[in-house]
């Protein structure tokens, strides 16, 4: 059964991204999961998973700059980074789709996780 999950690294603690806004949208714009990563950085449950999970296009939306600003009290405003979308597809809707967020206050990447 396949499945999307996520989790979230602070580089610049060098902890887990506790209690970060995530929003899952598909290829249309429509929101599928609006959620909130727990205390190790992940979701408490798929994003998608068995017959919810399509091949297609979708977007993750990660507010980094809520997040920052309650970490961060001098963080500029606006702050650099404020919402960090991640498009990506999905050929095989059987397979295990991980898509990780390492960010700072500044920067960003993401690879497909197993």
Request: glycine share 12%; net charge negative.
């Amino acid at each position: 059964m396949g499945k999307l999950t996520t989790h979230v690294l602070d580089t610049s603690h060098g902890r887990p991204g506790a209690g970060m806004r995530v929003r899952l949208f598909d290829a249309d714009g429509v929101l599928l999961v609006d959620t909130r990563t727990n205390d190790d950085g992940r979701c408490d449950a798929p994003l998608l998973q068995g017959a919810a999970l399509k091949a297609g296009r979708y977007r993750l939306e990660f507010s980094v700059g809520d997040y920052f600003r309650t970490l961060i009290p001098s963080l500029p405003e606006p702050a650099f980074l404020d919402v960090v979308p991640i498009a990506f597809g999905v050929a095989d809707p059987e397979g295990h789709y991980h898509v990780p967020l390492l960010v700072s206050p500044f920067g960003f990447s993401s690879y497909r996780g197993s």
